[in-house]
Every structure is written in C-alpha cells, then in structure tokens.
C-alpha cells in the first residue's frame, strides 16, 4: 500500500525546551478549545486534523498535520514520525469524533466503517504508538474523550454508542497493562457539547446554557488532568448538561 504524507501547515517557533502534547481531532468544536486552552497555559501542541485550524497562524508552539483519520495506516506513520522528531512528548489527547444517526438498517456499510475508524480504531493506533514512548519515560499520559453515548444507548445511536463502549473497554485494558509504567488512561465522557458536530444532524442541544456543555469545559477537565500527579488516576469523567433538552429540525 503507498501512503500518501500528511500535509504539515505550520511550524510556528516550535522548540525543544517546552513540555509537549500531541492533540487527535485539533480542528473540531473540542480538539479547538483543548488546543487554544493548553497553548495558552505554556504547553506546545502538535495537532492533526482534517483541514488547517482557524488559530494556527497567531499562535507560536503548535504544529499542525492535515490527516483524514480513516487513513489509520498513515495515522500511525506520522504518529511514530512526531515520536521520533519531537522529544518532549508527554501526553495524547484523542478528541476526534464522528457521529451517523439512524436504525442500523439504513445506515450504510461505509458509514459504519467510518465511524469505527475515527472513533475507535484511530485511537488504538495511537495508543499503539505512543505507549512504547511512554513506558521508555516512565511515565505518560493518554486522555480520551468519550461520550455518554457510551454508557448508555439509545434509538438511532446504536453504531455510535458501539464505538464508545468499544473506546471505554479499550481504556480500561489499557489501564491495567500500563499501570505499573506510571501510565495515566483516562476517559472523559461528554453529554452534548455545544457546537458544529450538530451541523449536519437533525437534532441539537436546545438554545439555554443549561442544555448543553461548552467547549471549553472539556478544555479545561483535559487542562487540569495534565497537572495531576502520577499516582492518582481518574478511570473516569462523567459530565452532563444540567437540563437535557433537544431541539428537532422541523420538516
């Protein structure tokens, strides 16, 4: 198979010196924030999305890949790339995410397949690359969003939900294989979180603060998960709008 290089579209000032942690999904309504927030807070970024993140030209410390995450066979070659060109790394924050909603019967092989690359498979090839760096420092972390969706079920989701259960399974192997290399898991599973992933659904948190959990948010559990000494780990978080509304396209 002929790989085909992700497209690197900046390299803004980015040193050695600077604690480094690489973000999956860097381009979406969460990948953003966690991105801008830990940019903000001294870290260097190493991002890699779908198409070029609207922050990348004001911000020094960030590098970004333009990567369609289905392509898992290059997702890993230019995982280990970074791993091998950047010292520093340590942390990955896995944000990618891709939703299809419909009864099973309906929705098309393509799109289930989609849905398990991004949302699943992305993530064990990541894990599969950057563990190894990790048990090499000692220590390491890998900070995963999930979703409710992967608690619980529900009508329509039930691919989704597959993937998130699949996720949440993976995180706590993981766990367990990689604990005693001071290896922090850790899963954050998000109700609806205001923003583009509703785009092009027929559904979306309804319009009160209340209905929906903001971006930065999640920035900010990931932001303080990065301060956590190893020794303490949450498995873990849940978070959840105060009021679960949800507006429906009219047809």
Same mark, same amino acid.
């Given at each position: 198979?002929?790989?085909?290089?992700?497209?690197?579209?900046?390299?803004?000032?980015?040193?050695?010196? #600077?604690?480094?942690?690489?973000?999956?999904?860097?381009?979406?309504?969460?990948?953003?924030?966690?991105?801008?927030l830990l940019?903000?807070?001294g870290?260097?970024v190493?991002?890699?999305?779908r198409?070029?993140?609207?922050?990348?030209?004001?911000?020094?410390?960030?590098?970004?890949?333009?990567?369609?995450?289905?392509n898992?066979?290059l997702?890993?070659?230019?995982?280990?790339?970074?791993?091998?060109?950047?010292?520093? #790394?340590?942390c990955?924050?896995?944000?990618? @995410?891709?939703?299809?909603?419909?009864?099973?019967?309906?929705?098309?092989?393509?799109?289930?397949?989609?849905?398990?690359?991004?949302?699943?498979?992305?993530?064990?090839?990541?894990a599969?690359?950057?563990?190894?760096?990790?048990?090499?420092?000692?220590?390491?972390?890998?900070?995963? #969003?999930?979703?409710?969706?992967?608690?619980?079920?529900?009508?329509?989701?039930?691919?989704?939900?597959?993937?998130?259960?699949?996720?949440? @399974?993976?995180?706590?192997?993981?766990?367990?294989?990689?604990?005693?290399?001071?290896?922090?898991?850790?899963?954050?599973?998000? @109700?609806?979180?205001?923003?583009?992933?509703?785009?092009?659904?027929?559904?979306?948190?309804?319009?009160?603060?209340?209905?929906?959990?903001?971006?930065?948010?999640?920035?900010?559990?990931?932001?303080?998960?990065?301060?956590?000494? #190893?020794?303490?780990?949450?498995?873990?978080?849940?978070?959840?709008?105060m009021k679960k509304?949800?507006?429906?396209?009219k047809n």
């Amino acid at each position: 198979m002929t790989l085909e290089s992700s497209f690197l579209v900046a390299e803004n000032n980015f040193g050695d010196s #600077i604690k480094k942690v690489i973000v999956i999904g860097s381009t979406g309504t969460i990948g953003e924030a966690v991105s801008t927030l830990l940019l903000n807070s001294g870290f260097s970024v190493i991002g890699i999305g779908r198409k070029v993140p609207s922050f990348y030209k004001k911000k020094e410390n960030y590098i970004h890949h333009i990567l369609d995450l289905q392509n898992t066979d290059l997702l890993e070659a230019t995982l280990s790339n970074i791993v091998r060109n950047h010292e520093g #790394i340590i942390c990955l924050v896995h944000c990618a @995410g891709l939703g299809e909603f419909s009864n099973i019967e309906n929705l098309p092989i393509s799109k289930i397949k989609s849905m398990l690359d991004v949302n699943l498979l992305s993530v064990i090839v990541s894990a599969k690359v950057l563990l190894p760096h990790f048990k090499k420092m000692d220590n390491g972390k890998l900070i995963l #969003i999930g979703s409710e969706a992967g608690l619980k079920g529900g009508q329509k989701g039930s691919v989704y939900s597959a993937t998130k259960f699949g996720l949440r @399974g993976f995180a706590q192997s993981i766990r367990e294989e990689t604990a005693k290399n001071n290896i922090f898991v850790t899963v954050i599973n998000p @109700g609806m979180v205001r923003g583009k992933f509703f785009d092009d659904k027929n559904f979306r948190p309804g319009k009160s603060v209340d209905n929906a959990i903001e971006p930065n948010d999640i920035a900010k559990l990931v932001n303080n998960l990065l301060d956590e000494e #190893i020794g303490m780990v949450f498995d873990e978080i849940n978070v959840s709008q105060m009021k679960k509304v949800i507006e429906f396209n009219k047809n």
